[in-house]
C-alpha cells in the first residue's frame, strides 16, 4: 500500500530505522503534534518505539525532502477495505518546513494515488475547529465537512471540538 510517490518538492515513501533522528526532531516540537492530536515526543527512546511502530505497521508514508531527509509523515487509520473501500488519513509536517506548499504537494500525491490508482471510494480526515491550516488544506482539495463532534481529548484533559472531512473518488 505505501508505494514510493515522487513530486516536484517531496518523495514519499516507506519510513526506516536510519530516520530516527529527523523523526524525533519533527515529532519533538511543541507545534506538530498537539495539533494532530498527539503530545510532542520527549526523548530519542519515544521516537524509536514510535517510528518501530510505524515501520511495522506500514500504513504511513515518510514525506522526505529531495535529498532524503524525513520532514513529516502521512498515515492511514481506520482502513475499511470491503465495499465501502474508505480510510482516513492523518498528515504532519516538521516545522520548519511550513508554508512551503509541502503538504499540498505531499496531499495531493496521496490522494491521487488512493482515489485514482487504488479506486477508494471515500477518504475521511478530521481536524481541531482551531486548525485553520490543516482546514483550508483540506477545503483546497474539495473535502466538504461532514460532522462536527464535541471530544474529551487525553492530551489536553478536556474536550474539544472535532471537524470530520469527506472527499469522495470522482471530485478530486
Ligand atoms: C497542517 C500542515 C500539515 C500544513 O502543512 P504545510 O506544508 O505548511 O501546508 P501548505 O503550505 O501546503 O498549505 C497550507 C495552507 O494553509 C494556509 N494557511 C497558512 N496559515 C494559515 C492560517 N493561519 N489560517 C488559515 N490558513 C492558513 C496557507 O495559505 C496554505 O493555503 P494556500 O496554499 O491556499 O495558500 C502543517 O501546518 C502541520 O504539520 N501542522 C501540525 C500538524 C497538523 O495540524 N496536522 C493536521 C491534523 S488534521
Known sequence: M???LKGEKVILRQPRYDDILSYHYYASHS???PNAGWLPHENLDESKAALKFLIIEKLTWAITTKDDV???TIGLYDLKLD???????GFSLNYDFWNQGIMTEALKLVLDYLLNQLKFNKIYA?????NFRSQSLLKKFGFSKINERLEY?????KEKMVYDYMIERGLL
Open 126 to 130: 478530521s481536524c481541531y475547529e482551531d
Open 83 to 89: 465495499k465501502e473501500k474508505s480510510c482516513y488519513i
Open 31 to 33: 507545534m506538530v503534534g
Open 2 to 4: 505505501i508505494q514510493t
Open 153 to 157: 481529548q487525553l492530551i489536553f484533559e
Open 70 to 72: 524525513l520532514i513529516g
